[in-house]
């Protein structure tokens, strides 16, 4: 059969593969398998049950839930195949981006997963006169549940009503309203088409060299983002077995039990693991530390496709006997490809993992693309250390003359929803502006170099808006300028030029005797006085948006320094290379 719409996966997937564990949800420590023949009745009986209800083409019906599950993904079919549209909404969201987005998708439903989730919703609910009922699928005494609705459609007297609504849907319908997280101004409802994700789901399927028989996943990058539901559908097409992971704490344990042979990660994940890793080998001694750090030191310089030659290959295959194996082990012991996106992969671990033989590939796109643009591929050369790989078969990517990548393709949103003007502001021509600079190189790799616009990602996938933050901190008397820096890294943080003069005055009238910028700045009650300063201005932001570390500079910042521009802008790029030896003293580089 061929998959036009998003609610035709499961339908293929009992055509060729009809698994006993579709879905696997963890309950009461037990892993529950869905197989998919209940995955389309349960689907089905949701259609029905919300027809019932009154729900009709167009409708939106929110799904909000703190942890990857079965019974998103039953909903999730239920809603498209009558028709309706899926808006999925991220469950750490402020209690008023819950009430924005509810009200400007209209959601006449809501599904909820838990009484956390659930106690957010209803403190809003007043305040949103389109929601008619919240669903839980937690069972919760004061909530409605989700089985209601079920029980509503075990009567498959309507089934035809269903089957006329999934006929009527064409794949270029809009199938999903998407809010990005914004961290300036609302969240965008970017509308994708089942078209959209169809095309991406099959074309990304390509690039993931997935064994045919008896493959397990573990889920738990969180499906309201476009990069993880995609990898559902794809999953679904391959015949692949999901697994849902308790939470984000329990990755590890749910490894070992699941065993998977894919997941799909961001960088900050990663990060973690290596990190715990380096650690565990630390605590070692004599020759079994020696062996360790040993293997570490021939990981970090792997290249594909045996590169650094025999030599090398023979050091490799005794590190990953007698080390790299081990680390397999602790990550289940049959990890063989990891999906890694969302933000960019530091090539250090690119090149350990693979060293491994956990092969991460990395790929680059954005929600408004569905989302993927090219990834890398360990198969037929198509895997470059530093790239995000080779386009995706039929996208196409123009680089404009400032360098900014755009997307022409299938896979391009079809707008953001209620907004035209925001929509005509990225999508010109008919390609979609990504607002990042790159480049393809001969070979038909793409390589991200810089975001055009300031905002960035940590390797975690959070979004921070460093004008926002440096705002903040310059309200600070003892600060004259500010760079927040962090993309790609752990976590954000800081360069700091202090303002001297006022600084001077405070130092003398506290009895401090320095007197030299470069003294000043390493005295340890001034480090602390700008760690008070920095202390009350993350107050202001959220957890993953605070500066973490700083470091002081000892020279103004001028525009003869080549810091500002004449009208006195950070340039970012140089102030960075001028403090790179501060700026890898804060990431351990």
Known sequence: MDITRLFDFPYYQL??????????TKKNGEWVATSTQEYINKANAISRGLLRLGVKKNDKIAIISLNNRTEWNICDIGILQIAAQNVPIYPTISEEDYAYVLNHSESIYCFVSCTEVRDKVMAIKD????????????????????????????????QDEVETLKNSVSTKDLATLIYTSGTTGRPKGVMLSHENIVSNSLASAH??????????????????HIYERMLMYLYQYKGVSIYFAESIETISDNLKEVKPIVMTAVPRLLEKVYDKIIAKGADLSG????????????????????????????????????????????????LKLIASGSAALQPRLARIFNAAEMGIMEGYGLTETSPVISVN???????????????????????????????????VMMGYYKDQAKTDEVIKNGYF???????????????????????????????????????????SRFIEQLMVIGEGEKMPAALIQPNFEFLADWAAKK??????????????????????????????????????????????????????????KLKRKIIKEIYKDLYNDIYGH
């Open 15 to 24: 055509e060729k593969f009809n698994l006993s564990d579709a879905l696997v």
């Open 127 to 158: 305040q949103v006169p389109s929601l008619k009922e919240v669903y839980s699928f937690d069972e919760l005494s004061d909530c409605k549940n989700w089985s209601e609705i079920l029980d509503l459609g075990a009567d498959d007297s309507n």
């Open 207 to 224: 690039r993931l060299p997935i064994p045919k028989d008896n493959v397990k996943a573990l889920s738990f990058l969180p499906v309201c």
């Open 287 to 334: 020759i079994k530390k020696a062996l360790f750090f040993w293997a570490v030191e021939i990981g970090l310089k792997y290249e594909p496709y045996g590169e650094n030659g025999w030599w090398y290959e023979k050091k490799l295959g005794l590190a990953r006997k007698i080390i790299f194996s081990k680390w397999k082990e602790g990550l289940g012991g049959n």
């Open 377 to 411: 591929d360990m198969r037929d050369g198509g895997f470059r250390i530093g790239t995000v790989g080779k386009l995706l078969p039929g996208v196409e990517v123009k680089i404009a003359e400032d360098g900014e990548i755009l997307v022409k393709g299938p896979n």
């Open 433 to 475: 502006h990504t607002g990042d600079i790159g480049h393809i190189d001969a070979d038909g790799f793409l390589k991200i170099t810089d975001r055009k616009k300031e905002m960035f990602k940590t390797s975690g996938g959070k979004y921070v808006a460093p004008q926002l933050l440096e705002n903040r901190f310059k309200q």
């Open 511 to 568: 009895g401090i005797k320095e007197t030299t910028p470069e003294a000043l700045i390493a005295n340890e009650r001034v480090q602390a006085r700008f760690q008070q300063e920095v202390n009350e201005a993350n107050e202001s932001f959220a957890k993953w948006e605070k500066v973490k570390v700083f470091r002081l500079t000892k020279d103004a910042w001028t525009v003869e320094g080549g810091h500002l521009t004449p009208t006195m």
